[in-house]
C-alpha cells in the first residue's frame, strides 16, 4: 500500500515538475502568434498609408495637368459658333495675345524665348504674326518673300512647341484693297495651310484692315476666293 502511495505521489511530483515547461511552451505561442497578430497589423497599416499616398500622389497629378496645362492642351481646337469662338469643350474661348510689328522690320522679335515670356509673364494664349505686304519692305512690295515666308513659319512653330495659338496675319494696309495682290495672297496661305494643315492651333487672317474707300461687296468677293 505504501509503495503505491508512493508511486502515486511520484506520478503527481513528476505531473507538477512538467507543468512549468507546458506554461513555458504556451506562453512562446502566444508571443509568436502576438508577434504575427501585430506583424499583420503593421502590415495592414503600411498598405493602407501606402493606398492613401497613391491617392494623394493621382489626385495632385490630376490637379497639375488641369491647371498647369498649356491653353492649346487645355483648349484644343477653336471655332466660332454663332457670334462667338469657342474651344474643343465647347465652352466660350478668348483670344488673348500680342501681336508682332512687321515682321520685315522687327525679325529678332521671332524668338522661342520671347514668346515664351509673352506666354508665361503676360499671360497670353495667342501670337499674331503681322507680314506687311505692301509697306517699305514688304511681302509684295521689294520685301523678300522666301525670308518672310521662313520667319512666319518659325513663329509657328515657335507657338507650336509653347502649346500657343498662332495667327498668320496679311496685314493689309497701305495697299487698300486686298484685291490688289490677291493673287499672291491666294499663293502665300495656299503654302501656309498645306504646310500647317495638321495643326489645328494656327488661324489664318486673310485681310488685316482693308480701308481707302473699298467696298464690302470687294473684300467679300476677295475673301471668298482666298
Same mark, same amino acid.
Given at each position: 500500500g505504501n509503495t503505491e502511495g508512493s508511486e502515486a505521489e511520484s506520478s503527481q511530483t513528476a505531473g507538477a515538475e512538467t507543468t512549468p515547461e507546458t506554461t513555458s511552451e504556451n506562453d512562446d505561442v502566444k508571443e509568436e502568434v502576438s508577434e504575427e497578430s501585430s506583424s499583420?497589423? *503593421?502590415?495592414?497599416? @503600411?498598405?493602407?498609408?501606402?493606398?492613401?499616398?497613391?491617392? =494623394?500622389?493621382?489626385?495632385?497629378?490630376?490637379?497639375? %495637368?488641369?491647371?498647369?496645362?498649356?491653353?492649346?492642351?487645355?483648349?484644343? *481646337?477653336?471655332?466660332? @459658333?454663332?457670334?462667338?469662338?469657342?474651344?474643343?469643350?465647347? =465652352?466660350?474661348?478668348?483670344?488673348?495675345?500680342?501681336? %508682332?510689328?512687321?515682321?520685315?522690320?522687327?525679325?529678332?522679335?521671332?524668338?522661342?524665348?520671347?514668346?515664351?515670356?509673352?506666354?508665361?509673364d503676360w499671360g497670353a494664349n495667342t501670337i499674331r504674326l503681322a507680314m506687311y505686304t505692301a509697306e517699305n519692305g514688304g511681302y509684295c512690295e521689294g520685301g523678300n518673300k522666301d525670308s518672310l515666308k521662313a520667319l512666319v513659319k518659325d513663329g509657328v512653330n515657335y507657338a507650336t512647341d509653347l502649346g500657343m495659338y498662332a495667327i498668320v496675319d496679311w496685314h493689309i494696309l497701305h495697299d487698300l484693297d486686298p484685291n490688289k495682290y490677291k493673287s499672291d495672297s491666294i499663293a502665300f496661305f495656299d503654302e501656309m495651310s498645306k504646310e500647317f494643315k495638321d495643326q489645328d492651333n494656327v488661324i489664318y487672317e486673310i485681310c488685316n484692315e482693308p480701308n481707302g474707300g473699298v467696298s464690302w461687296a470687294s473684300i467679300k468677293q476677295y475673301a471668298m476666293q482666298v
Open positions: 499583420q497589423t *503593421a502590415s495592414s497599416e @503600411d498598405a493602407k498609408e501606402e493606398e492613401s499616398v497613391a491617392e =494623394e500622389n493621382t489626385e495632385t497629378e490630376e490637379n497639375v %495637368t488641369a491647371t498647369s496645362g498649356t491653353p492649346y492642351e487645355m483648349h484644343g *481646337a477653336l471655332q466660332v @459658333d454663332g457670334t462667338v469662338i469657342v474651344d474643343a469643350n465647347g =465652352e466660350t474661348f478668348q483670344i488673348a495675345g500680342v501681336s %508682332t510689328h512687321g515682321l520685315a522690320w522687327f525679325p529678332d522679335y521671332v524668338n522661342k524665348d520671347a514668346f515664351l515670356s509673352i506666354r508665361d
